[in-house]
């Protein structure tokens, strides 16, 4: 997959011009509430974004950011936080977790790889910080849309404060759970990370989860 586009927001002026991306497609586009907008330098930058655990990242075409997410690096002090993820998976340490967040879209970039790429570099951050399991929350019915690239349901939804419904999604970046749901990511994967022990614990646990549900989408197509 070609990433020439994708940068990490590495500066003040960086983190700016994702601020003021995300503002005008969450809060201007979407017409959501978000707690730390800033309605008058029309801009979203959260704490969140300058703590040293997380990393925010973004494309840029011709000038313009187009799309953006965080990834967040958990630690012990997540646990209260994630509730419902590490009750299910009460196994898996905080310190084999990350949580992508603030995941956004140009409309113009919606259909063509944004995503797959934004999810891409997740992967590879995961392989980089050495995690090998990873949590979003999206709206329900974006749910196909995250089966598609190998995300399932783990848990029920619920209603945030902020964003309204939501759905609990994980994803297992290791190379049994991608192939089992015929992504090609996998073989990538394996080119650079052996499976962790946790990999039949989480399939397992999923399986909980999902019986009598229908099956998986099949994840589409991560790398060019």
Same mark, same amino acid.
């Given at each position: #997959? *070609?990433? /020439?586009?994708?940068?990490?927001?590495? $500066?003040? +002026?960086?983190?700016?011009?994702?601020?003021? @991306?995300?503002?005008?497609?969450?809060?201007?586009?979407?017409?959501? /509430?978000?707690?730390?907008?800033? /309605?008058?330098?029309?801009?979203?930058?959260?704490?969140?974004?300058?703590?040293?655990?997380?990393?925010?990242?973004?494309?840029? =075409?011709?000038?313009?950011?187009?799309?953006? #997410?965080?990834?967040?690096?958990? *630690?012990?002090?997540?646990?209260?936080?994630?509730?419902?993820?590490?009750?299910?998976?009460?196994? #898996?340490?905080?310190?084999?977790? #990350?949580? @992508? $967040?603030?995941?956004?879209?140009?409309?113009?970039?919606?259909?063509?790889?944004?995503?797959?790429?934004?999810? @891409?570099?997740?992967?590879?951050?995961?392989?980089?910080?050495? =995690?090998?399991?990873?949590?979003?929350?999206?709206?329900?019915?974006?749910?196909?849309?995250?089966?598609?690239?190998?995300?399932?349901?783990?848990?029920?939804?619920?209603? *945030?404060?902020?964003?309204?419904?939501?759905?609990?999604?994980?994803?297992?970046?290791?190379? !049994?759970?991608?192939?089992?749901?015929?992504?090609?990511?996998? +073989?990538?994967?394996?080119?650079?990370?052996?499976?962790?022990?946790? $990999?039949?614990?989480?399939?397992?646990?999923?399986?909980?989860? !999902?019986?009598?549900?229908?099956?998986?989408?099949?994840?589409?197509?991560?790398?060019?």
């Amino acid at each position: #997959m *070609d990433m /020439h586009d994708v940068r990490v927001v590495v $500066t003040p +002026d960086d983190l700016a011009r994702v601020g003021a @991306f995300r503002y005008r497609i969450y809060v201007e586009e979407q017409g959501k /509430h978000a707690a730390h907008a800033d /309605h008058v330098a029309r801009t979203l930058i959260e704490p969140l974004d300058h703590t040293a655990s997380s990393i925010v990242y973004y494309i840029e =075409r011709e000038g313009a950011v187009v799309a953006t #997410m965080r990834a967040e690096f958990l *630690d012990d002090d997540a646990r209260a936080r994630h509730a419902a993820a590490f009750d299910t998976f009460d196994f #898996m340490p905080p310190s084999q977790v #990350m949580h @992508f $967040t603030r995941l956004m879209v140009a409309p113009s970039a919606r259909s063509a790889d944004a995503t797959p790429k934004l999810l @891409f570099l997740g992967f590879a951050l995961a392989v980089l910080k050495d =995690r090998c399991f990873g949590l979003l929350s999206c709206k329900p019915e974006l749910v196909p849309v995250f089966e598609r690239y190998a995300c399932l349901q783990y848990a029920e939804g619920y209603i *945030d404060t902020e964003c309204g419904a939501q759905v609990p999604m994980a994803i297992l970046g290791e190379t !049994h759970y991608l192939r089992e749901r015929a992504a090609p990511l996998a +073989d990538w994967l394996a080119d650079h990370r052996a499976d962790s022990p946790y $990999t039949q614990h989480v399939l397992e646990r999923i399986a909980r989860f !999902h019986a009598g549900r229908p099956r998986a989408r099949p994840a589409c197509r991560l790398v060019a």
